[in-house]
């Protein structure tokens, strides 16, 4: 495949995000290509699809300093949910969604109370969420194991095929007219003194009016030669996925103190995942699966739901999650003209469609945006950078 | 005394009682009765369900409900009286035990056992590793899928079974398995290595439990497998491989069918059809890809002068396929299978004077072999494709080396070379190792050295003169209309694969991600090159280090209750 020598906006980055981004901006009417820098790669093309909507207390627990941030963030889980609903029915295209409810469960009466207080924050914030107890969870989700006390239900969060919800966007940006180029990475941006970008791949130039970064963790490098510090950071995850089961798993279930996320796909395989750590090998930083993951996340997932251990796991694989600061990295780069960013600042398949059209919107310089993203600026990390 | 039986349940439900030998698998004594139709699949694409195919554990198609556990494979799972075993539909999980299961505690994770060499594959060039590794003083640690040893060539009969060996062939097996079990090497026999980590983090069942090992050194023997044929019917019930139909004589002493069609390419099939035709089965055909070997005098005469022992039991093959009246078609391809009215299979061969049909109630198909190099390529060995055999092997250094320091690929895995060249590649390979480890080599083990090199050589020229006189076009998906299964874990057929590559052109990853094909049981093992030698035909595509699907644990299906009951890894996130 070849470089046009120019077009309007460019979208670098393929995964959901960028996809959804260019989809709003051909929808506008706007000329649009998405990069994308290899056919393997990590972030969406490895998701697993779960729609997360409460707070993931992984992260509260991993990056504390984040929360405030995650919270703030709240009412876009919400809208990024609803937005999933609507753009399955805009496609036309089942994504096998399923919005069945979320359960974070607790093991100990001290976290269940951890859950109710954040419960109760959420409730405060929109959230539609319960807390449970053993025998409502028993009437419920009779699969949770006895180790399970409680948990906390919100009725938003679900889960969704990613294969197909991909497919079916890109097809409909296809379908409008939107370019693809896959396997293009682009190296470097450069401002034009007549405006515009040129970016920089392998295959050469590109004239681009205007650029997205929906490159998830690979946008602050992109970013720094520019002197912008974005730190976005790669974050490999590993995921298991089981032989196909009769239905078992209703919800998208989730650990108050422990990293597991637990769902069931259409199709009947049981996906398991929740954040346990891959590694980046070789010179092309592929992510690769580790041991004591695989092992670790089963045992775990086993606990909570013993029949698992009933099934065999078929396959697991490795993909990208970007952490920020929990918060967006969205919108115009001041003084960078025509320069944007889309980066959900986690949950990033969930946030996905929304980032897409908030994003696609700063680019059209709409101004009825249903977010003020502006806490989002990318240059929010100016001072960080000063202080380093 | 009355022989012992399982209860077979079929789609219907019905039960019905079927005898076996004490030894035999699941699926040869429900193929003794005439029970082909094991499960039912997802899609259910061809109208008819799956059985056995590969015969080895591989394919992953011959599911079947065991006494209430889903989707054990029928082929490596032993018969035992009183079994009840069930037809299954898809996903085939109905009767998941009600009870508690067994929750692990939270013991910590075991440290690594710590072995000099580990061998993966209790074959011809395993046990030939075990062997001399042992005489070097290593301590050795053998892991073999199945319960007998002896591998894909030797096929020594069922554990149990009480039978003699047919031949010398299966004699020359036994000896080679006594002198390995012997040798003081730790042999684990049905044992799945699961899990490839990094060399010193390998991960296998025991059939007990799950152990980590951290070998010093690692010798992978893991053998090789059908290269699939993949043409209209050909995972319809009956149609297996011919090693798989092998198998079922050799090691169970049942017929793969009463009528049988061998159809392939290369000398197993005119040796399978002749075992058949010998116990008692019509074999309709041979059906060989190869045009006759007159048309190829120099080939001929260089495997003979190679090894004309060897040269002279072929020709004794296929004198005895004349002398029983079973054709051997020569330049002939088998091109679809269907079923026919009368429930037989009904297939269209291609040949030199046309197509012509036979009917049969077993098929045998054997297009050559794939190496086994999945735990290879796991653990990082660098691979290149053979162009002139259709394969991708491991680089190797002369002592069998791989990229990996300290990690060894000998025999079919490596690249086919066959089993006596395996059993020479074994000595050099356990002697390099020893050499590594600081061992001493005795002196008539060092001896040995340069005799195995000299007999590898001589293999190696048997080998390439045999291919040479063998020598014909691979199918790869020709023969596939837009309705046949190419990967058959998940249905995907050859048109829905054409549709997602003519929508953008994607590399074999995107095409996973948008068809499926390659993410089921037998982890992309049929269908990867298949595919990686589609887009390098039709996209340009380089058949390189990565052009097959990203290798990554577990290498086989393994059950989580297996895993878990390892213990807790010592970093718990």
């Not at chain 1, 006390?149 to 938003?156: D, L, N, R, V």
């Not at chain 2, 996973?512 to 269908?527: A, I």
């Not at chain 2, 340009?540 to 989580?560: E, H, Q, S, T, W």
């Amino acid at each position: 495949m070849t470089l046009p020598r120019e077009v309007d906006v460019a979208v670098i980055g393929g995964g959901i995000v960028g996809l959804c981004t260019a989809l709003e901006l051909a929808r506008a009417g706007t000329e649009v290509l998405v990069l994308d820098d290899a056919a393997r790669l990590g972030g969406t093309t490895a998701n697993a699809g779960s729609l997360h909507v409460q707070m993931q207390s992984r992260f509260i627990r991993l990056y504390p300093d984040q929360v405030p941030g995650l919270e703030a963030s709240l009412p876009l889980y919400v809208a990024a949910a609803r937005r999933w609903a609507e753009l399955e029915q805009e496609l036309g295209t089942g994504f096998e969604r399923k919005a069945s409810g979320g359960l974070m469960v607790a093991e100990t009466p001290e976290s269940y109370e951890f859950l109710a207080r954040k419960c109760e924050r959420e409730k405060r914030l929109g959230l539609q969420v319960e807390m449970l107890g053993r025998a409502e969870l028993a009437r419920i989700a009779p699969y949770l194991g006895e180790a399970v006390i409680g948990a906390e239900f919100c009725a938003e969060e679900g889960k969704l095929n990613p294969l197909l919800a991909n497919q079916a966007v890109r097809r409909a940006l296809q379908a409008l007219g939107g370019a693809l180029l896959p396997e293009t990475r682009i190296e470097r941006l450069e401002a034009d003194p007549r405006g515009g970008w040129t970016l920089h791949a392998g295959t050469g130039p590109l004239r681009a009016g205007r650029v997205v970064l929906a490159a998830g963790a690979g946008t602050g490098a992109l970013l720094a030669p520019l002197g912008l510090v974005v730190p976005t950071v790669a974050e490999p995850l590993h995921m298991n996925v089981t032989e196909a089961t009769a239905p078992l798993i209703g919800h998208l279930v989730q650990h108050a103190e422990r990293m597991i996320t637990l769902k069931q796909l259409s199709a009947g395989q049981c996906v398991i995942g929740g954040g346990w750590p891959a590694r980046l090998h070789g010179p092309q930083q592929h992510p690769t699966v580790e041991a004591s993951s695989l092992i670790g996340n089963l045992r775990l997932a086993s606990h909570i739901v013993p029949r698992l251990a009933r099934l065999r796991l078929i396959r697991a694989w490795a993909g990208v999650n970007t952490t920020v600061d929990g918060r967006c990295v969205l919108g115009a780069v001041p003084g960078h003209a025509g320069l944007f960013t889309a980066v959900p600042g986690d949950a990033g398949y969930t946030l996905g469609p929304l980032v897409g059209r908030l994003a696609a919107g700063a680019v059209l310089g709409r101004r009825d945006l249903d977010f003020d993203i502006a806490p989002f600026s990318p240059v929010r990390f100016a001072g960080a950078a000063a202080l380093a | 005394m009355p022989e012992p039986a399982l209860t077979w349940h079929d789609a219907d439900g019905a039960p019905r009682g079927i005898p076996f030998h004490p030894g035999q698998s699941v699926a040869a004594a429900l193929t003794a009765a005439g029970v082909r139709d094991l499960r039912a699949t997802r899609r259910g694409l061809d109208g008819e369900g799956r059985g056995l195919h590969c015969g080895m554990g591989v394919c992953q198609d011959c599911l079947v409900e065991v006494d209430g556990t889903p989707n054990l494979r029928a082929c490596v799972t032993k018969a035992l009286p009183g079994m009840q075993v069930r037809h299954q539909d898809f996903p085939g999980v109905a009767r998941l035990p009600l009870g508690p299961v067994p929750v692990p505690d939270d013991a910590p994770l075991p440290a690594q056992e710590v072995v000099d060499l580990l061998i993966l594959g209790g074959g011809a060039g395993g046990l030939s590793a075990a062997i001399a590794a042992r005489r070097c003083g290593l301590d050795v640690l053998v892991v073999e899928e199945r319960t007998a040893l002896g591998g894909q060539y030797y096929k020594q009969p069922a554990p149990g079974l009480g039978a003699a060996a047919l031949d010398a062939q299966q004699a020359e097996g036994a000896a080679l398995a006594a002198t390995a079990e012997a040798s003081g090497a730790r042999i684990l026999r049905g044992a799945e290595l699961w899990g490839a980590f990094d060399l010193d983090r390998i991960a296998l069942f025991d059939g007990a439990r799950t152990r980590l090992l951290a070998p010093r050194a690692m010798i992978v023997a893991a053998g090789s497998y059908e290269r699939p044929h993949v043409v209209p019917g050909w995972t319809l019930p009956g149609v297996m491989t011919t090693g798989a139909g092998q198998t079922l004589w050799r090691s169970h002493r049942v017929l793969p069918g009463r009528r049988v069609l061998v159809a392939g390419n290369g000398p197993l099939n005119i040796q399978v059809a002749c075992e058949l035709a010998e116990a008692g089965a019509a074999v309709v055909a041979v059906a060989e890809a190869a045009a006759h070997p007159a048309t190829r005098p120099r080939a001929a005469l260089a495997m003979a002068a190679a090894d004309p022992s060897l040269a002279i039991k072929g020709g004794r093959y296929v004198a005895a396929l004349r002398r029983r009246g079973v054709p051997l078609l020569h330049g002939t391809v088998l091109t679809a299978i269907a079923r026919a009215p009368d429930g037989a299979l009904r297939a269209t061969l291609r040949g030199p004077r046309g197509e012509t049909t036979q009917e049969a109630d077993a098929v045998l198909l054997g297009y050559g072999f794939l190496p086994s190099h999945e735990t290879l390529r796991a653990l990082g060995a660098e691979c290149r494709f053979d162009a002139d055999r259709g394969q991708f092997v491991p680089l190797r250094d002369a002592a069998l080396m791989t990229t990996v320091p300290g990690l060894y690929a000998v025999g079919d895995c490596a690249g086919l070379g066959g089993a006596p060249a395996a059993r020479e590649e074994g000595i050099l390979a356990a002697l390099a190792v020893a050499r590594q480890l600081g061992r001493a080599v005795a002196p008539d083990v060092a001896a040995e050295e340069s005799a195995a090199r000299g007999r590898l050589a001589r293999h190696r020229r048997f080998q390439a003169a045999l291919w040479d006189l063998f020598a014909a076009p691979r199918a790869g998906l020709s023969l596939a209309t837009p309705d046949t299964v190419v990967c058959r874990c998940e249905e995907v057929t050859r048109g829905e694969i054409e549709a997602a590559l003519a929508d953008g052109a994607p590399a074999l990853g995107e095409l996973k991600r948008r068809t499926r094909c390659g993410m089921g049981r037998c982890q992309g093992r049929y269908c990867a090159q298949l595919l990686a030698e589609h887009l390098a035909a039709t996209q340009g595509r380089p058949l390189d280090n990565l052009a097959l699907f990203a290798p990554r644990a577990p290498v086989k299906p393994i059950a989580i209750a297996d895993i878990v009951a390892l213990g807790t890894p010592e970093r718990l996130p």
